[in-house]
Nanobody, 127 residues
Framework: QVQVVESGGGSVQPGGSLTLSCTAT????????MGWFRQAPGKEREFVAG???????THYADSAKGRFAISRDNNSTMYLFMNDLKSDDTAVYHC?????????????????????WGQGTQVTVSS
């Protein structure tokens, strides 16, 4: 059974930074795209950033471009470096593992291409 665990959330002031981590227990020969999605109270889950299995392709939501950066160490560990945080970034951030063919914006941003999810980590941006 694959387990996905996010960490690194917390409370920061506007303009602050946080780094989220995602660790998954997977078979070493498996290949997964990975992505970050977030869900604010009363809103639907939305795409933040995604990275393909080889780490060659990354895509970001417009709201994240220029402020967030996604990276991965290997097949099971991923990060989201978040800078210049805004109150609109307040949400629960979820990590997902997806199909190895996902590498375009369309495929990485679609929740239907992910089949393992973590419980999420809370990010609160407030003064």
């Amino acid at each position: 059974q694959v387990q996905v665990v996010e960490s690194g959330g917390g409370s920061v002031q506007p303009g602050g930074s946080l780094t989220l981590s995602c660790t998954a227990t997977v078979r070493t020969k498996s290949r997964y795209a990975m992505g970050w999605f977030r869900q604010a109270p009363g809103k639907e889950r939305e795409f933040v950033a995604g990275i393909d299995w080889s780490a060659q392709f990354t895509h970001y939501a417009d709201s994240a471009k220029g402020r967030f950066a996604i990276s991965r160490d290997n097949n099971s560990t991923m990060y989201l470096f978040m800078n210049d945080l805004k109150s609109d970034d307040t949400a629960v951030y979820h990590c997902g593992l997806g199909f190895d063919y996902a590498r375009t914006y369309r495929t990485l941003s679609s929740p239907e291409n992910y089949f393992y999810w973590g419980q999420g980590t809370q990010v609160t941006v407030s003064s």
